[in-house]
């Protein structure tokens, strides 16, 4: 039917400006990111005597991962190759210059690249959206492209988490969304060669 080429065009349509509008959101300033188990350089540009970093916190629980360490000088630079950054998120390095306080944050990702939460939080209402719709308009080829958006979601998990966070309950997550997602495309497809979509 027409009507449910008129549904698919138009959310695709909205799909494929919402991902646009992704692809040029901005991010916080902060140092990095670097890539996770990577050694960092600390820069500290002071033209003081000497330069100490005081405390290096994890991201999360904020538990000291390094205390009291000397910069290196280098001209009217310090810096400090850190090397701890098996955890994901935001350090906070905090130290002094002759006296004078300094702090700053890095973030660590798992790919060295910013993290965003818009994507996965985008694809998930998307395929919920899709399938809702499906259902509505008994569409399997709409419920088909809510599978691959659940299993987009998925894979997106498994490599990059979910923000700052990628442990166990990420990837489980990430599991349960990629079974998901091909239950509901296995059934879509069934239903699709099974003719029960011939009318759209």
């Known amino acids: 039917m ?6 698919i065009t138009i959310m695709f349509g909205i799909f494929l400006l919402s991902m646009a509008s992704i692809a040029t959101a901005s991010y916080d300033e902060v140092i990095g990111p670097y890539e996770q188990y990577e050694c960092i350089n600390l820069p500290q540009a002071s033209d003081a005597v000497s330069c100490n970093i005081t405390t290096i916190r994890y991201p999360q ?10 910069m290196q000088k280098n001209g009217t630079s310090f810096n400090y190759t850190f090397c701890d950054t098996s955890k994901i998120g ?26 965003d939460n818009k994507i996965p939080i985008f694809l998930l209402v998307v395929g919920f959206i899709l399938l809702f719709g499906a259902f509505l308009v008994k569409s399997p080829p ?12 998925g894979m997106y998990l498994m490599i990059y988490g979910f923000g700052d966070l990628a442990d166990l309950y990420t990837r489980s997550l990430a599991l349960v969304m990629l079974a998901l997602g091909s239950i509901v495309s296995i059934l879509a497809g069934f239903s699709m060669m099974d003719g029960e979509g011939d009318e759209y």
């Open 2 to 7: 027409m009507k449910n080429k008129l549904i």
């Open 61 to 70: 629980n904020s538990s000291f991962a390094l205390r009291n360490v000397v």
């Open 90 to 115: 935001t350090y906070i390095i905090e130290g002094t210059c002759d006296g004078t306080p300094f702090v700053y944050p890095v973030e660590i990702t798992t790919t060295g690249t910013p993290s």
């Open 142 to 153: 709409i419920g088909f492209f809510a599978g691959v958006m659940f299993i987009m979601v």
